[in-house]
Each structure stands twice: as C-alpha cells, then as structure tokens.
C-alpha cells in the first residue's frame, strides 16, 4: 500500500477517570454517539487511584487522547492539577470536564449544573425557576453545581439542609445571603413553600438507604427532582407524583452534562433525546 501512515489523522479518544469506574454509564452513553454520528473516536473506562491521578492525566495526551471526564473520587483533584479552570469550575469546587490542548494544557470544567438545568428544561420546559424558593437536599459536591446553576437561572431563594449541618453552613458562606440552611431535623417543613425541591444526596439510591423526611409538605404543581438515577423512580419521586407534583428523574443531568465535552472532543453537539435515553437504559 502507498498510503503515507502519516497522513492518516488521529483517531480521538476519550475516556473516564474514577476508582472504581465499572458501574460508570458514559461509555455507553459515548459510544452510543460516536457510533449514532459515524464518528471514528473511542471512549474508554480507566481506574485510576489517586497517587497516579497526576501522572497518568498528563500522559494520556500524548497516547491520542483529547479530553477525560472525571469522576469520584478525583473531581477536587482534577481541578488542583489543571493549567485553566473556569469561573464555574472554581466556584463548585471541582471539575468534571477535562479538555487536553494542542498547547499541551489541561482545561478543567464542571457542567454538572448545566446538565441539570437542561434536564428541567427538556423534561419540564413550564417550570419557572423564578417562581419561588428552591429546597435542596444535601450539601456535597453535586449540591454545589446544583445551587450554582439555581442562583444563575434566577431561583429567588435557596432553604438547604444536609444531615452534617456544618457542609450547609460552608455553602451558605461561599453562595451568599440568597441560601438560607434548614437544620436537618427540620428538613421536611422547607418543603412547604418550595416550588422546586432537588434530593442531592445518595438516600433512595440502590444499596443505600430511603430518603426518610416527611414529603407532605410538598406543594401540588412544585416541580420535584432526584438526582439518583437507580432507580429511576424513587420514593421521593413516587410520592411527589401521587400529590400532583411535576416530577423529573436523575438520568438526562447525566445525559445532557456528557454534551459539551463531547463537543469539544469529537467537534460534534449530540442531542439528548428518546434514543440515547434508551441506549444508555438498556
């Protein structure tokens, strides 16, 4: 053959950093889009520990890779050893997005509150986030992208509570006068007055246990959602439905935060719609 090997280009890859990383669903998700658009690119799985976080992040460049999506443990990591970070990424805490340039540096980013935001969007376009206050539950790393993407959308008022009340009190510090932090005991009368109620936390997941606060106090029309996708229904969002609550599940935040970095990868903006939503399901 008289084909120079060097004139051939590079085929793109990408892939997710974690420990443990097996369970993840964006391989699936990924390779559902390379191959819905005909793109020549992979998206690999690799567990990486901590000790080798840095190393490996500054290698795989140079084996092809264009960028890694980064996931626990290593998303505060991730951001202390990227060269650019933007305004959002700072202001969560951490990155979930990498882009490796052709300058050779690492470009941090965080779109886990987009992609919640186009979740509401797309699975609820009526919601007014506008309309009064936002109850979220939790205060971990995904509260922080949650309330960030709140307060830019215009939620006039944030009642947050968390089980270990002190990681409430730091959102409340770094987000300003807008959070106003519920004690946990007390979580459930924060429902009363909320128009959107986000469960950030792990409770109702599968192997963990129920999210336990009482929900009567939630309001017919209030637009409820759980960032737990297993299982795609849970009791908050069951009980939420039988009192006329609009309900959306976890799985399109992570659908619809996969799409900008897929972008920038692969140079293509994939939609989020019923078929990716089946590939990544079955």
Same mark, same amino acid.
């Given at each position: ?75 505060? %990591? &991730?951001?202390?050893? *990227?060269? +650019?970070?933007?305004?959002? /990424?700072?202001?969560?805490?951490? @990155?979930?997005? =990498? ?30 986030? %506008? &309309?009064?206050?936002? *109850?979220? +539950?939790?205060?971990?790393? /995904?509260?922080?992208?949650?309330? @960030?993407?709140? =307060? ?131």
């Amino acid at each position: 053959m008289s084909t120079d090997a060097k004139s051939l280009p590079r085929i793109p890859l990408a892939g997710v950093i974690g420990s443990p990383i097996a369970h993840s669903k964006s391989p699936v998700l990924h390779g559902h889009w390379l191959k819905t658009y005909g793109i020549r690119g992979f998206y690999i799985p690799m567990d990486v520990s901590a000790e080798h976080l840095a190393e490996v992040l500054r290698a795989l460049p140079k084996a092809g890779f264009v960028g890694v999506n980064v996931t626990i443990p290593h998303k505060e %990591a &991730a951001l202390e050893i *990227a060269d +650019l970070v933007t305004d959002r /990424a700072t202001l969560i805490g951490a @990155a979930n997005t =990498l882009i490796f340039r052709k300058d050779g540096k690492i470009h941090a980013d965080n779109t886990d509150g987009y992609g919640f935001i186009e979740n509401l969007r797309q699975n609820a376009p009526e919601w007014n986030p %506008a &309309a009064g206050p936002a *109850a979220v +539950l939790g205060a971990g790393g /995904a509260a922080r992208a949650v309330v @960030a993407s709140l =307060l830019d959308v215009g939620v006039p008022e944030i009642l947050i509570s968390n089980r270990t009340r002190i990681r409430a009190d730091v959102l409340q510090h770094d987000f300003g006068k807008r959070l106003r932090v519920v004690d946990w005991v007390q979580a459930g009368n924060m429902l009363e007055d909320a128009t959107t109620v986000v469960n950030t936390t792990s409770l109702g997941m599968v192997g963990k246990p129920e999210l336990r606060i009482p929900l009567d106090g939630l309001q017919k029309g209030a637009l409820v959602t759980d960032l737990v996708y297993a299982p795609l229904q849970t009791r908050l969002l069951r009980v939420a439905q039988e009192m006329g609550c609009v309900t959306v599940d976890g799985l399109g935040m992570l659908l619809h935060q996969a799409v900008p970095g897929f972008e920038r990868w692969f140079g293509q903006r994939p939609t989020v719609d019923a078929a990716t939503r089946a590939a990544v399901l079955k």
